[in-house]
């Protein structure tokens, strides 16, 4: 069995940790944790060929780059990028936070969550700017903590590219 470090990366407030709860336990809660530092689960991901465990790290959000503890990030294998689509910048903070890692630990598979899905009508990222972004080839979904839309989907896809 394989066992994957996977980082959880996005700024505060975007849903990293709904995203892990939901995907991990099924389960979503209405109440706001800050995560400090970095909290850790796991979860198996049966694949056609092999399963994979991913060890998910949900780390602390960061607005303030500098703040960035990137040494959390050594030993991944892969990352998931959560934007709030609620809240454009979100989307700058998630694509920086990525070059950083991979400015020091070189490029690895990711997904990018715009989370939030469920939120429609406070949606503030362009269908433009997320279709420039899948013209890059980038594995990209609308997600829901709340109701579950596309979370083990996105989850699957980042298994199956670390798996190889």
């Known amino acids: 069995m394989l066992q994957k470090k996977i980082c959880m990366l996005g ?23 800050t995560t400090v530092g970095v ?8 694949l056609p060929d092999r399963t994979v465990d991913l060890i998910l790290w ?10 960035f503890r990137v ?3 050594r030993g991944a294998t892969g990352l998931v990028l959560v934007v709030d689509g609620t809240r454009a910048a979100t989307l700058s903070v998630a694509l920086t936070l990525r070059e950083r890692a991979e400015a020091e630990f070189g490029a690895m598979p990711f997904v990018l969550l715009f989370n939030k899905s469920d939120l429609a009508e406070r949606w503030a990222i362009a269908d433009s700017e997320i279709d420039e972004l899948k013209q890059r080839g980038w594995k ?4 829901s ?8 989907d996105a989850f699957h ?3 199956s590219m670390v798996a190889k």
């Open 145 to 152: 903590a709340l109701s579950g839309e596309h979370v083990d």
């Open 58 to 67: 949900d780390l602390a959000g960061e607005d303030d780059i500098g703040s």
């Open 157 to 159: 896809q980042l298994a």
């Open 11 to 33: 700024g505060f407030g975007v849903g990293k940790t709904s995203l892990v709860r939901r995907f991990v336990q099924s389960i979503f809660s209405e109440t706001y944790l």
């Open 140 to 143: 990209i979904y609308l997600t």
């Open 39 to 46: 909290k850790i689960d796991k979860k198996s991901v049966v």
């Open 71 to 73: 040494s959390y990030v």
